[in-house]
């Protein structure tokens, strides 16, 4: 699969039953359909079985960040501030096939969630430990 991004090849990151696609050039992270929800699960968080769905439902954000198209099916992914201080843009697959994020912006939502930083936290589930270790060399988003 192809970063939807920088266009560089991605590698999959396997850890309890969530893979992850991962650009190791832009640091961005691809979760496939229903990937984000046990991830959600994983660290506690409610229901997220609604996740994708109201990130589809939100209105599109107003940005001059690049277009970006679904690493599966090809179409023009919709961009949908969600999160509070900082807000994150994530691109969404209109299909559902998916959410990108750019490289930092999973952190932000580990914080976010957690109210705690991405890393070095003792109150994590493994599952957020390992994506948080994984990608902490991912702290400035790219545009």
């Known amino acids: 699969m192809f970063c939807p991004s920088c266009k560089h090849s991605m590698i999959v990151v396997e850890h309890h039953r969530i893979e992850l696609d991962y650009c190791p050039r832009c640091h961005g992270v691809w979760f496939d359909n229903g990937e984000i929800e046990l991830w959600l699960k994983s660290m506690g968080s409610q229901d997220g079985s609604h996740f994708v769905g109201d ?10 960040e690049k277009e970006r198209k679904c690493p599966v099916c090809h179409q023009r992914m919709k961009k949908v501030t969600m999160g509070r201080e900082p807000p994150i843009l994530v691109d969404a697959c209109p299909r559902g ?14 914080k976010q969630i957690t109210g705690k930083p991405a890393v070095g936290t003792d109150a994590q589930t493994p599952v957020a430990a390992f994506l948080a270790e994984v990608f902490q060399g991912a702290d400035s988003p790219k545009g």
Do not use: C, M, R, Y
């Not at 096939?97 to 930092?104: E, I, M, T």
């Open 97 to 110: 096939n998916g959410l990108w994020f750019d490289g930092g912006e999973l952190s932000h939502l580990v």
């Open 55 to 64: 990130i589809l439902k939100a209105p599109e954000a107003e940005t001059d």
